[in-house]
């Protein structure tokens, strides 16, 4: 069994990490001689007050930031035309004011000199001319006519980073009539999604603020940083929370969390089947919750005897004794304790067995009774905005022809409305199970995202049309045919959003500075090019309008604070849902599912091993974010590209001196689908099965000249899988070699 040697007091006092950090935080404090403080008067339920007034031209704008998905609430101070600073908006109800590094440093992607300042055309290898936004439409709506008569609408497929507008580009291709949008899901959250919705019949998340025993399976609050979770766990643990963070490497996470755990990669799922076999054994679940909530407990009873701390510390490298306390003190804690369901990490998507891991933590969260428990989990159901069909116009039909990928189908019932984007670049090599000729790319980067970036960029060759929308020349955006420049999130309005009772609103603090625009003005003219103009004969604001109007608002009134609190009663039920609790087959938490059993997974979890087993000098590549950057967006501004230029490979000091590799050699990495060449940082603080590497680096587009060639891309190097059940792409089903070069 590997224990690490290394003590993250030693870690920390190291500083890689906390040291990168603290220069984050001077680089962003900008000093704004003249603007007055944004001093409170924000309110969250009025039209009264406005945010600080600021001298002669100077103005503050409420917004929302974009430089990751969590919309933390921002002030952007204006002065003279020009975006100068962005503090967090204390009114805020999610982050409350605080902004994280990339928060901060948003103007520095609006003025980016590299960004898109026009549509652009291909015109050879790498090469682009600037073009109007009419000749733009103009040469890709017949394109797409003319495709679609040719091998029917679902020869095109649309693929992105869902965000506000996602509800318009689903429009678009209802319209176009064809079922593939796709997107990010199966390369972060599928496996998760599928475990929960599988057991609670939606994905719970977590009261941080309050939880009292938090355990994170590779989740990693601190690099992955959506700012709101993390002041409420900062808060928790303050008030004496205990964290107990299980993953192979030393993350932000760990280094700051009371227990770190360092795991086998890949074997979370036996480290929760033993907490349960714990925790049933010794009757320290929550037996009155068990029997009002859910189904299935005998059977999961039965499964879990096999899981014993023993059986587990063979599998996880975590020693038996740890596993029984760890059990016992989660269940001491209980109601207010929680594992987290996660995003991308262990349960996300990562391993083949990510569903069962999931659904393992699901199970344990249950025997809990923590949901709806303060410090608990939380399955809420969102604030219900207005019908906007009213102002759309026609409804489209619904596409005939089947998604090219089968998710939702016969195949893949669990995978309905997550996709897989992974198997795009084989369907379209292969031309199975029909002809794709068409791609639409919107706030996403495939080929830096998904697995095996060679064989994207293979597939982007044989279409005959490749349509980037994006703020910036994105590695997917230079194999385009033409690129359409989105206005950035601080030139624009977007559709508003509820968070918990209260309604945001994105809303330009400028003007757009180039000859963009936002994304559904880009749609719409799209439409009106490809023939289905019809379906977009409306503005933004009569959409948001019609999305406020059962509250008496309107956009022009949210304008002002940016973001009201309003009320409204719980939403009726829908028909049929009355007697059902949770919208499960059996109306009931299910830990033993009728939906896994159906798809042909075992109805309780049980242990399945990763799908590939690290030995001699093949290690298994494992990914993350770390909190400068998100995915791949942020690595060319210039405030995050000062903190952190370039990824580094984590390789454990004992396997790194095996292989005559020294901190900071050159190394490459080579897979069975690709090589790159990075960086070593040789560590205690991984294990030494595992090799990591912080995703979103190795940038391949001259365009973007400050990130262009920094660091390495783990897309390259990540074979094409689809994970059971879910559809995931299982990316840490990698095996690499390294080896010095330099
Ligand atoms: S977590 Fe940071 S980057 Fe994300 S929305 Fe909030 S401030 Fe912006």
Redesign the pocket.
């Known amino acids: 069994m590997w224990q690490p040697k290394l003590s993250r007091r030693r870690f920390l006092k190291a500083g890689a990490i906390t040291g990168a950090l603290a220069v984050g935080s001077s680089l962003l404090r900008q000093p704004v001689g003249g603007l007055a403080e944004a001093a409170g008067g924000v309110s969250g339920s009025g039209l009264a007050t406005l945010p600080a007034a600021v001298a002669g031209s100077e103005k503050v704008i409420p917004s929302?930031?974009?430089?990751?998905?969590?919309?933390?609430g921002?002030l952007a101070y204006v002065r003279e035309g020009r975006v100068v600073k962005i503090e967090?908006n204390p009114k805020d109800p999610q982050?409350a004011g605080k902004?994280?590094?990339?928060?901060?440093a948003?103007m520095k992607t609006l003025y980016d000199p590299d960004r898109l300042k026009s549509p652009m055309k291909r015109v050879g290898e790498g090469k682009f001319d600037p073009i109007s936004w009419d000749q733009a439409f103009q040469e890709i709506g017949p394109k797409l006519k003319e495709l679609k008569l040719q091998y029917g609408p679902q020869t095109l497929v649309w693929a992105a980073h869902p965000e506000l507008p996602a509800p318009l580009e689903q429009r678009f291709m209802a319209a176009f009539g064809s079922p593939n949008y796709t997107g990010h899901a199966p390369t972060c959250y599928s496996s998760r999604s599928v475990a929960y919705q599988a057991t609670y019949g939606g994905v719970p998340g977590v009261d941080y603020q309050n939880v009292r025993y938090y355990i994170a399976p590779g989740r990693n609050l601190l690099g992955g940083?959506?700012?709101?979770e993390v002041r409420k766990i900062v808060a928790a643990r303050k008030a004496g929370a205990k964290i107990v963070v299980l993953d192979p490497r030393m993350s932000e996470l760990a280094m700051w969390a009371d227990e770190w755990l360092p795991i086998r990669p890949g074997t979370d799922g036996a480290f929760m089947l033993a907490l349960m076999h714990v925790i049933i054994k010794e009757k320290l679940y929550d037996a009155e919750f068990v029997a009002a909530k859910t189904v299935g407990f005998d059977q999961l009873a039965a499964k879990v005897q096999e899981y014993s701390p023993e059986w587990a510390e063979k599998i996880t490298d975590i020693p038996a004794a740890t596993i029984t306390r760890i059990a016992r003190e989660l269940a001491q804690a209980r109601p207010a304790a929680a594992v987290d369901p996660c995003w991308h990490a262990a349960f996300g998507s990562q391993y083949y067995n990510s569903v069962q891991g999931g659904r393992a933590a699901a199970c344990l969260n249950a025997l809990l009774g923590n949901l709806g428990a303060k410090g608990g989990l939380i399955l809420g159901s969102p604030l219900k905005l207005g019908d906007p069909t009213g102002v759309m116009g026609p409804e489209p039909p619904k596409p005939t022809a089947p998604r090219w990928d089968g998710a939702g189908g016969k195949e893949w019932p669990l995978a309905k409305g997550l996709g897989m984007i992974q198997t795009l670049p084989l369907r379209i090599l292969e031309g199975k199970p029909y002809p794709i000729k068409a791609l639409i790319v919107s706030h996403l980067n495939p080929i830096r995202s998904c697995p095996d970036s060679g064989k994207f960029i293979q597939a982007l060759k044989q279409l005959e049309l490749v349509v980037t929308i994006d703020i910036q020349m994105n590695d997917t955006a230079y194999h385009s045919h033409y690129v359409l420049p989105e206005s950035t999130y601080l030139e624009r309005f977007d559709p508003v959003m509820a968070v918990g009772p209260t309604i945001v609103l994105r809303q330009p603090a400028v003007a757009p500075l180039f000859n963009t625009k936002p994304e559904e003005e880009i749609i719409a003219g799209l439409a009106q090019a490809a023939g289905i103009g019809q379906y977009f004969n409306f503005t933004l604001e009569q959409y948001n309008n019609a999305l406020l109007a059962p509250f008496g608002i309107t956009q022009e009134q949210l304008k002002a604070q940016g973001q009201i609190k309003v009320n409204q009663k719980p939403t009726a039920p829908e028909p049929g849902e009355e007697s059902k609790e949770f919208k499960t087959p059996s109306g009931k938490i299910e830990l033993a599912s009728q939906a896994i059993a159906s798809a042909g997974g075992s109805p309780v979890p049980v242990w399945e091993p990763p799908l590939v087993k690290p030995q001699g000098d093949k290690l298994r590549l494992i990914q993350g974010h770390v909190p400068m950057h998100?995915h791949n967006t942020t690595q060319n501004n210039a405030y995050l590209h000062a903190l952190m230029p370039e990824n580094e490979l984590w390789i454990h000091t004992q396997v790194a001196a095996r292989l005559g590799i020294r901190d900071g050699d050159l190394v490459e990495v080579t897979s069975e689908v690709g090589k790159v060449r990075i960086k070593a940082k040789v560590t205690e603080a991984i294990h030494p099965e595992a090799v990591f590497m912080a995703h979103g680096f190795g940038c391949s587009s001259p365009y973007l000249t400050r990130t262009y060639n920094r660091g390495a891309s783990g897309a390259a190097l990540i074979p094409i899988l689809v994970a059971p059940l879910s559809g995931a792409a299982a990316q840490c089903e990698t095996l690499v070699t390294v080896r010095k070069v330099g």
Do not use: D, F, Q, Y
Request: net charge positive.
């Open positions: 929302l930031c974009e430089m990751c998905s969590a919309k933390c921002i967090g982050a902004l994280c590094a990339r928060g901060s948003g940083i959506k700012n709101p998100t």
